[in-house]
């Protein structure tokens, strides 16, 4: 650095430069540990169950690190919310995802049940008091959206997210927990769908989401590294403009002469 570079009038923008590097450092970081935490919380299905309760609440936001947790909860299906996400494929067929909510302890849960090959009834659920066991995924986005032309029906979403749930069942936010699972056990068995894995119901929280984490986080510290660039790039440009004349060393100068015509 330059002494001219240490005068008072460049000081604001070193302070932004400062600002700025914090701000891309601490948003590529944080990115990576989405990152490093999908990875980490990603859990075989044979893996104990964490209950959901401990991984997260009603009425709160779940944390990047706990997409992918299997987790396990006990409660009773509320039948009269069951919810279609119609033009959803599984192994080449186009059916509809079946979401029913769950009533625990605390609050209520969504759960993905599992797959139905039409948009007609779906099973009912098993009555009484139920353990369900299944992973924990994010909301969709409207990049999920079902494509389908017009309003849907009463009882369907366009995808399946808090916010979807929200306008369609008569919760309140701090009853509903964020997010949702996909099932994978339940006590006693239920029967008469088929269940689909957290890859199949193209949540934006997969793999590819975990891959995009890490993609920002590298995003976010290159653009430290083009604001220090820059910067540097006007500071030399201010000292070249700012620099003095070269000193005359008294040597005579060529005179100047007009170019002749040639015409």
Do not use: C, K
């Amino acid at each position: 650095m330059t002494p001219a570079a240490l005068r008072p009038r460049w000081w604001a923008g070193h302070l932004a430069l400062v600002a700025a590097l914090v701000a891309f450092g601490w948003l590529g970081w944080w990115q990576l540990s989405s990152f490093e935490g999908s990875r980490a919380r990603s859990q075989p299905v044979g893996a104990e169950a964490t209950d959901i309760d401990r991984a997260t609440a009603p009425g709160g936001r779940l944390g990047a690190a706990d997409v992918g947790l299997r987790v396990r909860a006990e409660g009773t299906w509320e039948a009269d919310g069951q919810l279609l996400v119609p033009l959803r494929e599984r192994a080449g067929r186009v059916g509809s995802l079946v979401v029913t909510p769950l009533r625990t302890a605390r609050g209520v849960l969504a759960v993905v049940r599992g797959w139905s090959p039409s948009t007609g009834d779906p099973a009912a659920p098993t009555s009484g008091t139920v353990t369900v066991t299944g992973v924990l995924q994010r909301s969709e986005t409207e990049a999920d959206a079902t494509a389908v032309a017009g309003t849907l029906p009463r009882g369907q979403l366009p995808y399946l997210a808090t916010v979807t749930l929200l306008d369609a069942l008569p919760y309140s936010a701090d009853e509903l927990y964020d997010g949702f699972v996909v099932l994978r056990e339940q006590r006693p068995p239920d029967s008469g769908l088929l269940r689909v894995t957290p890859e199949e119901h193209t949540a934006p929280s997969g793999e590819v989401g975990r891959w995009r984490n890490l993609a920002y986080g590298l995003q976010w510290w290159l653009f430290g590294g083009a604001a220090v660039a820059f910067w540097v790039a006007v500071l030399r440009r201010a000292a070249r403009e700012q620099a003095p004349p070269p000193p005359d060393d008294g040597a005579p100068r060529p005179p100047l002469v007009a170019p002749r015509r040639t015409t």
